[in-house]
């Protein structure tokens, strides 16, 4: 059930980064819902890997380019993805840092909330 939920809010974390900021759009909820579950999984499969791949670089840089993995996961999630449209890597990185913010508010509220 929380997979759900916590699946639902990504959604609408999504259709909130969209209407915030025009270089990331979708054209609907169900694009939104598809789109979450895609940038879900690279997150789960891709992102450890690609993590792993450029341990150097980011020690390097602090840990600062995260932020870059983030944002080409976030960029290919669109890429392959009809009706979610991110217009550039610089709309991907600041598309994906709003994105991890509010699910940062999603986890901490979903934390508090199935807690008890």
Do not use: H
Request: glycine share 6%; hydrophobic share 70%; charged share 5%.
């Amino acid at each position: 059930m929380k997979l759900i939920i916590r699946w639902l809010l990504a959604a609408c974390a999504l259709l909130v980064v969209a209407a915030l900021y025009s270089g990331v759009q979708i054209e609907g909820y169900a694009a939104a819902l598809i789109a979450a579950a895609v940038i879900g999984l690279f997150n789960i499969f891709l992102r450890p890997l690609l993590v792993l791949l450029t341990l150097p670089v980011t020690v390097v840089t602090l840990g600062l380019f995260l932020f870059v993995i983030n944002a080409l996961l976030f960029w290919a999630a669109a890429s392959v993805l009809d009706g979610f449209v991110v217009t550039g890597f610089w709309a991907a990185m600041l598309g994906s840092v709003l994105y991890s913010l509010l699910m940062l508010v999603v986890d901490s509220a979903m934390q508090a909330v199935f807690r008890r």
